[in-house]
């Protein structure tokens, strides 16, 4: 057995005793399910990614990583709604609107497929307006403050203080975050 897949082993191991000791650990969970999906080990990252969704619903991630899943197997129709909700909830989520097309192309939905393949090419070619950001002294962070809108400048300046106590805090500043 590869270093690798001994290290793998381990972390599962590691988190399966987290999602036993707190049932509620969504960030456990979706951890063990995203390390299933690496393996290909599809109805146990499945069961964990429903588990992600029993507790945090608005999870765009497991939503689409759930899609992939469900697509793999054979679930065409379960696959769709997955990645319908994954736009509905983060409408910008590119690789949620390319899969739709891919796969309303598939299944014969030819106008759906254009659409969703149009919406996916718009958001690529405006991926600079959409994400725009700045990062202020996240080099060497070890705390790192999100801030959107006027609580910019507040946040830069809890960013100072905590400079100024010895913690390492940086500051990623959402600019634009949808046209």
Not at 68 to 90: H, M, N, P, Y
Not at 117 to 131: G, H, R
Not at 147 to 175: F, N, P, Q, T
């Amino acid at each position: 057995m590869e270093q690798r897949e001994l290290d793998s082993r381990r972390l599962q191991d590691q988190l399966k005793e987290q999602v036993v000791l707190n049932p509620l650990d969504v960030q456990a969970h979706y951890q063990l399910a995203s390390s299933y999906l690496q393996e290909n080990n599809l109805d146990l990252a499945a069961t964990e990614y429903e588990k992600v969704l029993e507790l945090d619903p608005r999870n765009v991630t497991a939503h689409f990583d759930l899609g992939i899943i469900l697509q793999r197997q054979g679930k065409l129709d379960e696959a769709i709604a997955q990645w319908q909700e994954t736009v509905s909830l983060s409408p910008n989520f590119m690789r949620a609107h390319y899969n739709l097309g891919l796969l309303y192309e598939k299944i014969g939905q030819r106008e759906r497929a254009i659409t969703e393949l149009q919406v996916a090419l718009k958001i690529l070619q405006n991926q600079k307006k959409i994400l725009s950001f700045e990062m202020a002294r996240m080099d060497d962070a070890e705390v790192c403050l999100l801030a959107y809108g006027c609580s910019s400048r507040v946040a830069r300046s809890v960013m100072e203080l905590a400079r100024e106590r010895g913690i390492r805090a940086g500051l990623l500043r959402l600019i634009t975050v949808w046209p």
